[in-house]
């Protein structure tokens, strides 16, 4: 990216994308913005362990969170009674993390929320504009890695 922005185009886009942190129900630690009663790490952990059980690293990976923070979350998730842990079969010093059944019942509730709630929002942005939303939607994931 060249330069820095001007101020009025940072101030622009701080303003937007707080309005629409709030406005799509990011705030709330205890519900996801689909409505699912779990906090959204909560369901994107549910969401990227439901094709089936990964290290523990590799899921603090995918979620891009630290060791210690992934660590809790997975204590949570057992606390809930949604996953559980066990040493690789292969590298005992490894834990793979998996969802119990009651898991992959709550990783399917999320889903179908999920779907959902975007298929809805997605309805409400003009068919035109739609391929524009996903392109900054994709921009916006890029340039936000490794900040």
Same mark, same amino acid.
């Given at each position: 990216?060249?330069?820095?922005?001007?101020?009025? @185009?940072?101030?622009?886009?701080? !303003?937007?994308?707080?309005?629409?942190?709030?406005?799509?129900?990011? &705030? !709330?630690?205890?519900?996801?913005?689909?409505?699912?009663?779990?906090?959204?790490?909560?369901?994107?952990?549910?969401?990227?362990?439901?094709?089936?059980?990964? @290290?523990?690293?590799? &899921?603090?990976?995918?979620?891009?969170?630290?060791?210690?923070?992934?660590?809790?979350?997975?204590?949570?998730?057992?606390?809930?009674?949604?996953?559980?842990?066990?040493? !690789?079969?292969?590298?005992?010093?490894?834990?793979?993390?998996?969802?119990?059944?009651?898991?992959?019942?709550?990783?399917?509730?999320?889903?179908?929320?999920?779907? !959902?709630?975007? @298929?809805?929002?997605?309805?409400?942005?003009?068919?035109?504009?739609?391929?524009?939303?996903?392109?900054?939607?994709?921009?916006?994931?890029?340039? @936000?890695?490794? &900040?």
């Amino acid at each position: 990216m060249s330069g820095r922005p001007d101020d009025a @185009s940072a101030e622009a886009f701080s !303003d937007a994308f707080v309005r629409f942190v709030r406005t799509f129900g990011l &705030l !709330d630690a205890d519900r996801t913005p689909c409505g699912a009663p779990l906090s959204t790490a909560e369901a994107h952990a549910v969401t990227v362990l439901r094709p089936g059980r990964m @290290s523990q690293r590799a &899921l603090g990976e995918r979620l891009n969170l630290t060791k210690s923070t992934t660590s809790r979350l997975v204590d949570q998730l057992m606390t809930r009674g949604w996953a559980d842990r066990s040493a !690789d079969p292969t590298d005992g010093r490894v834990q793979l993390v998996g969802l119990t059944e009651h898991g992959r019942r709550v990783a399917a509730d999320v889903a179908r929320r999920r779907a !959902d709630r975007l @298929s809805t929002l997605l309805d409400r942005v003009p068919k035109a504009q739609r391929p524009a939303v996903i392109r900054a939607l994709r921009l916006l994931e890029e340039a @936000s890695r490794d &900040l």
